[in-house]
């Protein structure tokens, strides 16, 4: 089966580059520069050079690829592109590009309850283009991850300082999972009957745990304080009112985030416990 990585030079797609490398699969990524492949230990040939935000570029470059691997998306927008400009028109391209091409199957990362949150801007265009995606005609696969343990380094930063401050009370659960853990999911399943998977990672943990185990890593005694609620809600109306969704929006979807339970099927081997040590470790050498 050959494979074709969109997305390959980001934090996912990176990982699920390394993945590739580690099975027998063909495999090549879809990058505008080929330096950061080049440094994963990815070759030339094994390189396809597009830039997804211009279909143009696509054409006829997906020839005899099986299957698609789009992780191409924004958190902040940036170079003047939009959320729905990446995560919503660049996937059709891709798409669009897949079915003329003849490529049997799409996966899609999501984002965890994505469907249940078109109300916020990256979820609308995320979702957006999941719809497009299931009307396609093409077997298809969208995963929903719950939160990145690189999106937890907030709680390091807070803690940093000696104190974790988190909305209401504290005990919303998630169990965000590690770049590796999510990446060797979606190679394993990238033959899946399932059309839409969500996964997690081991450990289901209360806000306040996560700012525990934060405080920990930096040997600081547990010092949470709890902000009310309605500052929270306050700060997304402000933040629509008065900024635009390019500064807002990775706000709007945070501060939404933290404001319920985010629970996946639980994967993986990797520990949070283990990723802040780490992360503390290296800011001390």
Do not use: C
Request: net charge neutral.
């Amino acid at each position: 089966m050959k494979i074709i990585v969109a997305g390959a030079t980001g934090y996912l797609g990176s990982h699920i580059i390394k993945a590739l490398q580690q099975s027998d699969h063909t495999f090549q990524a879809i990058a505008r520069n080929q330096t950061k492949l080049n440094k994963l230990g990815v070759g030339d040939d094994q390189i396809i050079e597009a830039e997804v935000t211009k279909p143009e570029t696509l054409a006829g470059k997906l020839e005899g690829a099986d299957l698609i691997i789009s992780t191409v998306g924004i958190t902040r927008q940036k170079d003047g592109l939009t959320y729905m400009d990446v995560d919503y028109q660049a996937n059709l391209n891709l798409l669009h590009e897949a079915k003329i091409a003849g490529v049997r199957k799409f996966v899609y990362v999501s984002a965890i309850n994505g469907q249940h949150m078109r109300h916020l801007k990256i979820m609308a265009a995320k979702e957006k283009f999941v719809d497009e995606l299931k009307s396609s005609g093409m077997e298809y696969l969208v995963v929903r991850p719950n939160g990145f343990f690189s999106d937890m380094r907030d709680f390091l930063y807070m803690a940093k300082k000696g104190k974790v401050y988190l909305f209401g009370d504290g005990e919303f659960k998630l169990n965000p999972i590690h770049g590796k853990d999510l990446a060797a999911f979606i190679v394993e399943n990238l033959d899946s009957p399932a059309n839409d998977l969500e996964v997690g990672g081991p450990d289901v943990l209360t806000q306040n745990e996560i700012g525990e185990l934060a405080l920990k890593a930096f040997f600081m005694p547990t010092k949470i304080v709890h902000i009310p609620d309605w500052v929270r809600k306050m700060l997304v109306g402000i933040l629509r009112t008065l900024t635009s969704s390019k500064f807002y929006g990775p706000f709007e979807f945070f501060l939404t985030m933290m404001a319920q339970d985010n629970i996946a099927p639980r994967n993986g081997v990797y520990r949070l416990k283990t990723f802040f040590v780490e992360e503390v470790d290296k800011v001390r050498r």
